[in-house]
């Protein structure tokens, strides 16, 4: 059964390597996936602080990450997972996107972020992703 599943932690936590590592584990064995980040430091990569990096679907306040999610899906015949990394910065709505690619498509989705800003208060997508995620690291 598909879930949505939120890491969160501090900065340098290593969050983007292993978002980096879960889409290169995935792929490896075969699943077809998509992998997105927003405000990363390089345009369309998910770049983590060993130097590791992966093409990224970068996402901006207007897509629609269910209607990309299906596309996607259309062209390459499925999509098993999305791997979605400062989800932090993602619209609510985009949250609820998310949520509904595991509902609807049965993607797996695993999404990475801070939990909180430095003045200690919750991002509208982290407060989005603790509401609706299934599982909370």
């Not at 400062?86 to 985009?94: I, M, R, S, T, V």
């Not at 939990?115 to 995620?133: C, H, I, K, S």
């Amino acid at each position: 059964m598909a879930s949505l599943r939120f890491s969160f932690g501090t900065m340098g936590s290593g969050k983007s390597t292993l978002a980096l590592q879960i889409h290169h584990n995935l792929s490896q064995r075969g699943l077809q996936g998509i992998l997105c980040s927003q405000l990363d430091r390089t345009d369309g990569k998910v770049s983590s602080a060993l130097g590791v990096s992966a093409d990224a679907i970068e996402v901006g306040p207007r897509l629609d990450l269910f209607e990309m999610a299906l596309a996607i899906a259309s062209r390459r015949g499925r999509v098993d997972y999305v791997v979605c990394d400062e989800a932090q910065f993602y619209l609510p709505a985009q949250i609820e996107q998310l949520a509904r690619i595991v509902d609807d498509l049965g993607a797996d989705v695993f999404a990475f972020g801070l939990l909180t800003t430095f003045q200690g208060e919750l991002f509208d997508g982290t407060r989005r992703l603790l509401e609706l995620a299934d599982e909370r690291v």
